[in-house]
């Protein structure tokens, strides 16, 4: 019975580092913004950012959207992970947009 103890907490205790790690690991890839777009970019992610304003169900105010050749970017801080979701929908959504590149954040 002792060494199925030990065998038991030495499992427990190697499996630990890896639980543990996985809790702290955050994300550190980053996201190249287009900060200068083209008319064609401009007036696509101006239909992403109306279409994100229109929306009556959740606060999308905090969402800064740009675009290049059919990618959008959207980066900022929303209140859920459903905003977030509803977010890249309605991005998705756009006629034009090709691709979604979402950088958003969930405010804790």
Not at 19 to 45: F, I, K, N, R, Y
Not at 51 to 64: E, F, H, N, Q, V
Request: proline share 4%; aromatic share 4%.
């Amino acid at each position: 019975m002792k060494i199925f103890a030990r065998l038991m907490l030495t499992a427990a205790l190697s499996v630990l580092p890896f639980v543990v790690g996985c809790q702290t690991m955050g994300s550190t890839t980053t996201v190249d913004v287009p900060t200068v777009e083209s008319p064609q970019d401009q007036a696509l992610s101006k239909s992403v950012h109306n279409r994100l304003l229109a929306d009556k169900k959740l606060d999308l105010t905090g969402i800064s959207v740009a675009s290049k050749s059919g990618t959008v970017y959207l980066s900022g801080v929303v209140k859920s992970l459903d905003a977030r979701q509803q977010a890249i929908k309605i991005a998705w959504e756009v006629p034009g947009v090709q691709s979604v590149v979402n950088s958003l954040e969930v405010q804790r």
